[in-house]
């Protein structure tokens, strides 16, 4: 108890130290916290962005020359062009007595080789949207060839949504409209962006005095 009586004012400057040392204990805490938050954060981005980049050179080429193979089939074969403009995946909207449909249903190594093809594309965007790739990359890096690949195979998609099976390919129509979209976007801010730098190289018009001024 003398102690403590010899030493009260000593004790009093450590109890009032305590908590502004508490304080920024508990801020250097939160800081690494914030560090190793970030740290594992841009670590995921990485492995995110291989993985990525991994698909894409997997599942690229391969689609590309499954793309090959159909259009020699279809060569091989003389097969009709389409001649129809699709603005949907949907069976319905085929247009009737097409010389192509037809053909395309006749042969069973053509539609063969084209349920390999949107298969292998289904996978691709089943891919991306599921997480396991980083889709904004990947829109960056590929939008342009997925939206492309997707529209020349409209009426292939179409053809296997029948009635029987109305939900064919949904995951490649599923990305296909959403980078769509996205890119109709970007194209309006891309031209606006245009717009503006133009105009911002336009000089000045000095404003014109009028009489008597």
């Known amino acids: 108890m003398d ?24 801020l250097i805490g939160l800081a690494q916290l914030w560090l190793v938050r970030k740290d594992i954060a841009a670590k995921y981005k990485r492995e995110c962005l291989n993985t990525t980049l991994n698909i894409f050179d997997q599942k690229i080429p391969k689609i590309v020359e499954l793309q090959r193979k159909l259009y020699e089939i279809e060569d091989e074969g003389n097969v009709s062009d389409f001649n129809y403009e699709m603005k949907t995946f949907n069976f319905r909207d085929l247009p009737d007595g097409n010389t192509w449909i037809t053909e395309f249903q006749s042969s069973p190594k053509m539609r063969h080789a084209a349920i390999n093809l949107l298969n292998e594309i289904e996978l691709l965007a089943r891919v991306i949207l599921s997480g396991m790739a980083d889709e904004d990359f990947a829109y960056k890096a590929e939008n342009v060839f997925y939206i492309e690949t997707v529209s020349q195979f409209k009426s292939h998609i179409a053809f296997f949504r029948d009635p029987a099976h109305p939900n064919t390919y949904e995951v490649i129509i599923e990305l296909y409209e959403r980078w769509s979209k996205r890119r109709k976007i970007d194209d309006v801010e891309q031209k606006i962006k245009q717009s503006v730098d133009e105009l911002s190289t336009v000089p000045k018009v000095s404003k014109i005095r009028s009489i008597g001024q």
């Open 3 to 26: 102690y403590l009586i010899q030493h009260k004012n000593q004790i009093e400057i450590l109890y009032l130290l305590s908590g502004p040392i508490m304080l920024v204990t508990l």
